[in-house]
């Protein structure tokens, strides 16, 4: 019998059968050429990279990669600063010169090279801060057509685990957002239901995660759940969705039909878990990851116009490689 592909090698052999151009904007640091040299051996992207052309060209030879294949732009040099700046201005009451500053530094100017076209996605992270990451991508890139929440997502390939979407998870949101709103928790819902889709190329079926099982408990904090899960109904009715749903019930099978009376289209088969908030997502996640063994692809950012990804500055050269797959293989 042959063994099952890993998630993360069926990701690999689609984007190498249409590579995608990916932008870099931290070019000065180590892993990140480093990966790129990597993703133009493997033909797995087009990378563009910014910085200073000295300093990246310095850095590469001093870390001895080449950057045949890697295109360098430098922000502050590039006679694309100007088109960005006006994109930019025609949607922002800021100055142009304000603009420009801002568009200068590398994170913007990514960002918008994402928002004009002129690349499908970026990948960033190893140097600025989450924070940032996700600032720059909301003022460029914006957000999706009704979502305003940015959040996070992992990918769970779980070894051994039957259920999911052939032994996968969508766990979200487990990094961004503390204790999200019932508006805010939709918005997370909706936004991982896309990212199933474009993930793991089938239909996402949604749990919207809670102690209780459908009014199992009447405590305030399950209310936040049942309303969200109505929001996502409404929103978008295209979304198999459901809850609230403990965790046993959202993907065993034989649990849910022992602990929910109507048909559901997602519980005991769920492969999207919401969960109520980022301390319950962080700790389900760890212990998936720790007790299961599972790979943790993550954290990844989710809810914008285009692919962007964020990195954890401890980043080491896989993950990066990783995250400009998981990039590449949501482009449409």
């Given at each position: 019998m042959m063994a099952k592909k890993n998630l993360m090698t069926k990701l690999q052999e689609k984007v190498k059968l249409n590579p995608k151009k990916i932008i870099f904007p931290e070019?000065?640091?180590t892993r990140i050429l480093k990966a790129v040299e990597f993703a133009v051996e493997q033909e797995l992207c087009f990378p563009f990279v910014l910085g200073n052309r000295e300093a990246v060209s310095k850095k590469a030879v001093d870390v001895g990669v080449s950057l045949q294949g890697i295109e360098v732009i430098d922000p502050a040099?590039?006679?694309?600063?100007?088109?960005?700046v006006d994109i930019y201005t025609r949607s922002s009451s800021i100055s142009s010169g304000a603009a420009a500053r801002l568009i200068k530094r590398p994170i913007y100017y990514g960002a918008m090279m994402v928002r004009s076209g002129d690349v499908d996605g970026m990948v960033a992270g190893a140097v600025y801060e989450t924070s940032t990451v996700i600032m720059a991508s909301q003022l460029a890139v914006g957000m999706k057509e009704g979502i305003t929440t940015?959040?996070?997502y992992f990918i769970m390939d779980i070894p051994g685990f039957e259920g999911g979407e052939d032994g996968v998870l969508i766990f979200a949101d487990c990094a961004v957002n503390a204790d999200p709103s019932a508006e805010e928790l939709a918005d997370i819902a909706i936004?991982?239901?896309d990212t199933a889709k474009a993930i793991l190329g089938c239909e996402a079926r949604v749990a919207m995660l809670s102690f209780s099982t459908k009014g199992s408990s009447i405590e305030s904090p399950v209310e936040k759940v049942i309303i969200a899960t109505e929001m996502v109904k409404e929103r978008r009715p295209d979304i198999?969705?459901?809850g609230e749903l403990q965790l046993d019930a959202a993907i065993v099978e034989a649990v849910a039909k022992k602990k929910i009376k109507d048909e559901s289209p997602v519980a005991g088969k769920a492969n999207t878990l919401?969960?109520?908030d980022l301390n319950s997502g962080n700790i389900g996640y760890k212990l998936t990851q720790r007790l299961a063994k599972a790979a943790a692809y993550g954290p990844m950012l989710q809810g914008f116009a285009m692919p962007v990804s964020d990195l954890s500055r401890g980043a080491e050269v896989v993950d990066i490689v990783g995250a400009l797959?998981?990039?590449?293989?949501q482009v449409k």
């Open positions: 070019g000065e640091e040099l590039s006679p694309e600063l100007e088109r960005y940015p959040s996070s936004a991982s239901a198999l969705v459901d919401i969960f109520p797959i998981i990039t590449s293989a």
